[in-house]
């Protein structure tokens, strides 16, 4: 099948946001044009709401977002060739351009999309194949100990292992440094060497309770390398805080340093002081953020006997709202923590349930409703929610403009996560949304097998059936 052409929706979309001089950069995410504009009162509004493609536009953390649906990638490329934009989108920001005031929220869920939102696709489909080698572990003994299982492993794990250097490079763009400067410093914290070291004699440890027990290794001239047992693998926040660090040095570089020497001298400067900075200082603040983070959720998960249930509920109810504002994107940080840390996470077990209701909710509007060009939307947002676990269509395009569905798909998420926090079930692996999150629920080291699926499964049709019974019951379509 050719590739459907985007090009005139991209222009109108670009009309709509004022021009490409009012833009600052453009990104994307699952669903969602992502634009930072100059002056976002000539961007109209109405006119990109109404245009065939456009399911929503929205206005959250300082950004303006033009929600499209799952063709966001190609309704992207199609904006990049008609704007004219390059280099992801991004535009150089005019230095006499006043800086607009954001609060701190907005400032940190801008940063963490920016960095997390390139490598979403990737990530997910990992993900899949890690799920997908659990389960084919499970039904066939022995098969983690074949060639085969190795090789795809790789496909599975090598993204994950190597984290800090992917989020080196995107974090790179977020704060406008050098990428493969960022990217050096990133192998630098996996370096084999260094992860090594966390395998040999304990010098000296300090115990912080509930924020951990901090060990060193080794010592840079005199000074403690303090690591975490695991080294800094698949960590998250490390890297971020260095790229941040490094980007201010190259900033400050560049202002004074004499271009005969800077394409060498500033990349040396820049990377030896991020990374021993970044050892012996950097590293254990984050390793300090990120325990007292996973601890503080371990504690609300870990209340006596109505712990799990609480902190369950509390995630499946208001997860799509977060959706809704951009907030979901703060917690995958402090998943990835849970899953480094623990090997496991809650977070990610308790919003399993929420496709599936807004789900269900849309297939009983699309029964009830005759209205051809409102089936026409229905069908393809209930298809994506149920498989792909991709909500927006479904949010912004059916349940949100009716409110009352949106308020009952997140009931019926509420009552989902309920049997995920009374059975315990955890995610053990990040992976994609929908069905395909279901493989996460399988416990790679064969303890539970597949208990944690099943318990999933059973929760996400508990969240679809109380959802669609809600709304076929209630749901009048002339009202709407």
Same mark, same amino acid.
């Given at each position: 099948? %050719?590739?459907?052409?985007?090009?005139?929706?991209?222009?109108? *979309?670009?009309?709509?946001?004022?021009?490409?001089?009012?833009?600052?950069?453009?990104?994307?995410? *699952?669903?969602?044009?992502r634009?930072?504009?100059?002056?976002?009162?000539?961007?109209?509004?109405?006119?990109?709401?109404?245009?065939?493609?456009?399911? @929503?536009?929205?206005? /959250?953390?300082?950004?303006?977002?033009?929600?499209?649906?799952?063709?966001?990638?190609?309704?992207?490329?199609?904006? =990049?060739?008609?704007?004219?934009?390059?280099?992801?989108?991004?535009?150089?920001?005019?230095?006499?351009? /006043?800086?607009?005031?954001?609060?701190?929220?907005?400032?940190?869920?801008?940063?963490?999309?920016?960095?997390?939102?390139?490598?979403?696709?990737?990530?997910?489909? %990992?993900?899949?194949?890690?799920?997908?080698?659990?389960?084919?572990?499970?039904?066939? /003994?022995?098969?983690?100990?074949t060639?085969?299982?190795?090789?795809?492993?790789?496909?599975?794990?090598?993204?994950?292992?190597?984290?800090?250097?992917?989020?080196?490079?995107?974090?790179?763009?977020?704060?406008?440094?050098?990428?493969?400067t960022?990217?050096?410093?990133?192998?630098?914290l996996?370096?084999?060497?260094?992860?090594?070291?966390?395998?040999?004699?304990?010098?000296?440890?300090?115990?912080?309770?509930?924020?951990?027990?901090?060990?060193?290794? %080794?010592?840079?001239?005199?000074?403690?390398?303090?690591?975490?047992?695991?080294?800094?693998?698949?960590?998250?926040?490390? *890297?971020?805080?260095?790229?941040w660090?490094?980007?201010?040095?190259?900033?400050?570089?560049?202002?004074?340093?004499?271009?005969?020497?800077?394409?060498?001298?500033?990349?040396?400067?820049v990377m030896?002081?991020?990374?021993?900075?970044?050892?012996?200082?950097?590293?254990?603040? $984050?390793?300090?953020?990120?325990n007292?983070?996973?601890?503080?959720?371990? $504690?609300?998960?870990?209340?006596?006997?109505?712990?799990?249930?609480?902190?369950?509920?509390?995630?499946g109810?208001?997860?799509?709202?977060?959706?809704?504002?951009?907030?979901?994107?703060?917690?995958? /940080?402090?998943?990835?923590?849970?899953?480094?840390?623990?090997? @496991?996470d809650?977070?990610?077990a308790?919003?399993?349930?929420?496709?599936?209701?807004?789900?269900?909710?849309?297939?009983?509007?699309?029964?009830?409703?005759?209205?051809?060009?409102?089936?026409?939307?229905?069908?393809?947002?209930?298809?994506?929610?149920?498989f792909?676990?991709?909500?927006?269509?479904?949010?912004?395009?059916?349940? =949100?403009?009716d409110?009352?569905?949106?308020?009952?798909?997140?009931?019926?998420?509420?009552?989902?996560?309920?049997?995920?926090?009374?059975?315990?079930?955890?995610?053990?692996?990040?992976?994609?949304?929908?069905?395909? @999150?279901? =493989?996460?629920?399988?416990?790679?080291?064969?303890?539970?097998?597949?208990?944690?699926?099943i318990?999933?499964?059973?929760?996400?049709?508990?969240? %679809?059936?109380?959802?669609?019974?809600?709304?076929?019951?209630?749901?009048?379509p002339?009202?709407?």
């Amino acid at each position: 099948m %050719a590739k459907k052409n985007y090009d005139d929706l991209a222009k109108q *979309i670009l009309d709509g946001v004022g021009g490409k001089e009012n833009i600052k950069s453009v990104t994307h995410c *699952i669903t969602r044009l992502r634009f930072k504009l100059y002056d976002e009162s000539k961007a109209d509004t109405d006119t990109i709401s109404k245009l065939p493609g456009v399911i @929503q536009v929205l206005n /959250p953390n300082g950004q303006y977002h033009v929600v499209v649906g799952n063709k966001v990638e190609d309704v992207y490329d199609s904006f =990049l060739k008609v704007s004219g934009l390059t280099g992801g989108g991004e535009v150089a920001a005019d230095d006499d351009a /006043p800086e607009e005031k954001k609060s701190a929220a907005s400032v940190l869920i801008d940063i963490i999309t920016g960095i997390f939102g390139p490598i979403l696709g990737p990530f997910c489909a %990992a993900g899949i194949v890690k799920g997908l080698l659990a389960l084919v572990s499970f039904l066939i /003994p022995g098969f983690d100990e074949t060639g085969t299982y190795t090789l795809l492993y790789t496909v599975a794990d090598g993204i994950f292992y190597f984290l800090p250097v992917v989020l080196a490079f995107t974090a790179a763009r977020k704060f406008k440094m050098n990428e493969f400067t960022a990217v050096a410093i990133g192998l630098a914290l996996v370096y084999p060497t260094m992860v090594a070291l966390t395998g040999g004699e304990v010098l000296g440890s300090i115990d912080l309770g509930v924020a951990g027990t901090f060990s060193w290794y %080794a010592t840079f001239l005199g000074i403690p390398i303090i690591m975490p047992a695991s080294g800094y693998t698949s960590s998250v926040i490390p *890297i971020i805080l260095m790229v941040w660090f490094a980007s201010k040095i190259e900033h400050w570089c560049r202002g004074w340093m004499p271009d005969s020497v800077k394409m060498f001298f500033t990349p040396l400067l820049v990377m030896t002081i991020s990374v021993v900075v970044g050892y012996l200082v950097i590293g254990p603040i $984050a390793t300090l953020i990120t325990n007292l983070l996973s601890s503080l959720f371990q $504690a609300i998960f870990n209340l006596p006997v109505v712990g799990s249930v609480v902190g369950s509920v509390l995630v499946g109810a208001f997860w799509m709202v977060l959706v809704i504002f951009g907030f979901h994107w703060s917690l995958t /940080p402090i998943m990835l923590v849970n899953l480094q840390n623990l090997g @496991q996470d809650f977070i990610l077990a308790s919003m399993v349930c929420h496709s599936f209701a807004l789900g269900a909710v849309v297939f009983a509007m699309y029964l009830k409703n005759k209205d051809e060009n409102f089936r026409g939307i229905a069908l393809p947002a209930m298809i994506s929610a149920f498989f792909f676990g991709v909500t927006e269509p479904a949010i912004y395009g059916v349940a =949100l403009p009716d409110k009352k569905a949106f308020v009952k798909a997140c009931i019926g998420s509420a009552c989902g996560a309920l049997v995920i926090g009374l059975s315990g079930a955890v995610c053990y692996m990040m992976g994609s949304l929908g069905m395909f @999150q279901w =493989l996460c629920f399988i416990d790679p080291s064969g303890a539970n097998g597949i208990t944690g699926m099943i318990w999933a499964i059973v929760a996400c049709m508990v969240a %679809a059936v109380v959802g669609f019974v809600l709304e076929f019951t209630t749901y009048k379509p002339e009202e709407a």
